[in-house]
T-cell receptor
Framework: NAGVTQTPKFQVLKTGQSMTLQCAQD?????MYWYRQDPGMGLRLIYY???????DKGEVPNGYNVSRLNKREFSLRLESAAPSQTSVYFC????????????FGPGTRLLVL | GQQVMQIPQYQHVQEGEDFTTYCNSS?????IQWYKQRPGGHPVFLIQ?????EVKKQKRLTFQFGEAKKNSSLHITATQTTDVGTYFC?????????????FGQGTRLTINP
């Protein structure tokens, strides 16, 4: 089992460009999450999907959209990238929402110029 | 505001010294989870504590959950260079009518060999 996979690993964007970060898990988990990690800020929840077919905003959703494509896949889209979105993005999954152990992907390092 | 606080933010020790990080919540938590993130890596689940006053050990790591279930600590005895990384606590917090796993800001541990 690969666990949680993310693509791409690295990305450089110009301000205003759009891109989609992909995440997939093979653990048959119901819940999936997108976090961003900035120095000194810990992990901040952007969006989450408690179960297939549902998505909800987290702590910092502005500037992002998500799609829970199926049970395995949860994508994060930046419609018009801004330098403030330069960060490391982690996708995570858990068997059940909210209180369950989360398993993280390797992360995507995004630089917006 | 931040509902799960961790201190200290940084800790530098000599190899062989002990290390402790503390986690405090403004509300009672049903459980507390601890994660470790190696430099350049992704968060990896270490342990979950559920019961009031619970103490769990993993080799040189000792985890405690406070009696009031509002605080927790991670203590590492006789640190080794393999302990380097950032340690996060996380707990489920009610935010806008939904329970979400909120991470502390993390304690970054560096070790002088």
């Amino acid at each position: 089992n690969a666990g949680v996979t993310q693509t791409p690993k690295f990305q450089v964007l110009k301000t205003g460009q759009s891109m989609t970060l992909q995440c997939a898990q093979d653990m048959n988990h119901n819940s999936m999450y997108w976090y961003r990690q900035d120095p000194g800020m810990g992990l901040r929840l952007i969006y989450y999907s408690a179960s297939e077919g549902t998505t909800d905003k987290g702590e910092v959703p502005n500037g992002y959209n998500v799609s829970r494509l199926n049970k395995r896949e949860f994508s994060l889209r930046l419609e018009s990238a801004a330098p403030s979105q330069t960060s490391v993005y982690f996708c995570a999954s858990s068997e059940l929402p909210y209180q369950e152990t989360q398993y993280f992907g390797p992360g995507t390092r995004l630089l917006v110029l | 505001g931040q509902q799960v606080m961790q201190i200290p933010q940084y800790q530098h020790v000599q190899e062989g010294e002990d290390f402790t990080t503390y986690c405090n919540s403004s509300t009672t938590l049903s459980n507390i989870q601890w994660y470790k993130q190696r430099p350049g890596g992704h968060p990896v689940f270490l342990i979950q504590l559920v019961k009031s006053g619970e103490v769990k050990k993993q080799k040189r790591l000792t985890f405690q959950f406070g009696e009031a279930k509002k605080n927790s600590s991670l203590h590492i005895t006789a640190t080794q260079t393999t302990d380097v990384g950032t340690y996060f606590c996380a707990g489920p917090v009610w935010i806008q009518g939904a329970q979400k796993l909120v991470f502390g800001q993390g304690t970054r541990l560096t070790i002088n060999p």
